[in-house]
């Protein structure tokens, strides 16, 4: 508690006629890049992404309603929906882009809350939007594994409502994300993971990373369900694609939890806690790749993952001790940069 007559350097910026301008430029400063990066992935021909042909083929079918689908019913519904309106093949790429985008926000909400108020929502937005936009694993997710996309940052924002007691948006957020991708539950279901402190759940990923690099996890799984076995090595078999422990997959993903370890001490003391949580957030959503991440496509257990890195990276940013970093012009030219960097990538199909 303060002194009546002083007033804490946080709330004066947070409030001053200057942070109000900066904060409704920064806003519509986002909304434009939001309509680029719709018009982008919206206008991207057949041939980019490999299941963007598939998908487009499934909307238009929808004019007699919705068939018999193995895709997720959140899903499909949305895009019978999206079909309703009258929508086109770009438009319904350019929606499907444009609820990704809302799902990162609601992510970045969630995750903005337990923050110093030092940032402004749309400043930390920004940060993530920037890294998400160079980073190929996202335009993985618009282009290509575009349900499990859509799910991801669903997922990432469930697990800090778990994480913050928030029960019914925990459940009613991972209900969302489970009906547009089913793996969602896989991460929802190691939630309760989060009840441990920090140092008991790095223990625990630690030991699900060595079981996994050392084939003990591919042991145990195959001696314990032999369906669920066979399930994980059959799903989307592919003779170009390489099965069995991914030990460059497993060293990346850890990598990333490390850099947040190590950027820590940089950020302001205040913010440490909360980044923390999200870095323990982060454990929790490899755990499942730790687990069955030996079959095919393994590393499509590691986006939701591989985003959320992207929006811990941000606040690390945004909370940083280096002025420079928690700029908001900076991170708004940034962010123009990061535009270009995104239309290379998309034009070119460039995904991992």
């Known amino acids: 508690m303060t002194s009546p007559g002083i007033e804490l350097p946080y709330l004066r910026s947070a409030h001053s006629p200057q942070a109000n301008a900066e904060r409704w430029l920064g806003v519509v400063w986002l909304l434009a ?51 309703l309106l ?42 993530s939007l920037l890294l998400l936009f160079i980073s190929p694993m996202f335009v993985n997710a618009s282009i290509n594994a575009i349900r499990q996309g859509l799910a991801a940052p669903l997922v990432f924002a469930a697990l800090l409502c778990f994480q913050q007691r928030r029960w019914w948006s925990f459940v009613l957020l991972g209900a969302v994300a489970a009906s547009l991708h089913v793996s969602s539950l896989l991460y929802l279901i190691c939630a309760p993971a989060l009840l441990l402190k920090p140092n008991p759940l790095r223990v625990l990923a630690a030991l699900a990373f060595l079981a996994y690099v050392s084939g003990l996890s591919m042991k145990v799984v195959g001696m314990v369900s032999p369906t669920l076995y066979t399930t994980v090595m059959e799903y989307t078999a592919n003779d170009n694609y390489r099965a069995g422990v991914r030990i460059d997959f497993a060293v990346f993903t850890i990598f990333w939890y490390l850099l947040v370890l190590a950027v820590s001490p940089w950020v302001q003391p205040a913010a440490r806690k909360p980044l923390q949580a999200c870095a ?9 790749f730790f687990v069955i991440g030996w079959g095919y496509f393994s590393n499509r257990y590691l986006l939701p993952g591989w985003l959320a890195i992207s929006l811990i990276l941000a606040a690390a940013c945004c909370y940083s001790r280096l002025a420079p970093l928690r700029q908001p012009l900076l991170l708004g030219a940034g962010l123009a940069a990061a535009c270009g960097v995104l239309f290379f990538y998309v034009s070119r199909g460039i995904v991992i």
Request: hydrophobic residues 45%.
């Open 280 to 288: 323990s957030a982060y454990l929790v959503m490899v755990l499942p």
């Open 33 to 83: 890049v939001a309509l680029f990066g719709c018009w982008l992935v919206g206008s991207r021909p057949l041939d980019i992404g490999s299941d963007t042909e598939t998908y487009a083929g499934f909307f238009e079918s929808l004019d007699q309603g919705v068939p018999e689908t193995r895709l997720e019913p959140g899903f499909a519904y949305l895009s019978y929906g999206l079909r």
């Open 86 to 127: 009258g929508l086109g093949v770009p438009g319904y790429q350019a929606a499907l882009f444009a609820l990704l985008l809302l799902g990162v926000a609601i992510a970045v909400r969630i995750n903005h809350r337990v923050f110093p108020p030092t940032q402004a929502y749309p400043t930390l937005l920004c940060a």
